[in-house]
Nanobody, 123 residues
């Protein structure tokens, strides 16, 4: 599976962005998907994950209620809708996949990673 993330950019605090992650390969629907982020000077951290079917999701506490992960298996794409953005959301956002059915926040499980897309939130 090859992953291509897009949709990052500069936004003011309180604004919204939608990230997309397009996957190649016919087995996209077999993979659980996740979004992770890495802020400057910090380690990469879990943001959100969705099951292969799209029916089960898990969020980091820091984004719960503001971000929504979803997927469209017909389009081989996973999305991250980010609302009420804060300066502390500034980071490079990565999408990733692993060959499991259930959503997982465990980074080590993820086998394939996209190149990352930069989100900058100004105050």
């Amino acid at each position: 599976v090859q992953l291509q993330a897009s949709g990052g950019g500069l936004v003011q605090a309180g604004g919204s962005l939608r990230l997309s992650c397009a996957a190649s390969g016919r087995t996209f629907s077999s993979y659980a998907m996740g979004w992770f982020r890495q802020a400057p000077g910090k380690e990469r951290e879990f943001v959100a994950t969705v099951s292969w079917s799209g029916t089960s999701t898990v969020y980091a506490d820091s984004v719960k209620g503001r971000f929504t992960i979803s997927r469209d298996n017909a389009k081989n794409t996973v999305y991250l809708q980010m609302n009420s953005l804060k300066p502390e959301d500034t980071a490079v956002y990565y999408c990733a996949s692993y060959s499991g059915s259930y959503p997982s926040r465990i980074e080590a499980l993820y086998e394939h990673w996209g190149q990352g897309t930069l989100v900058t939130v100004s105050s």
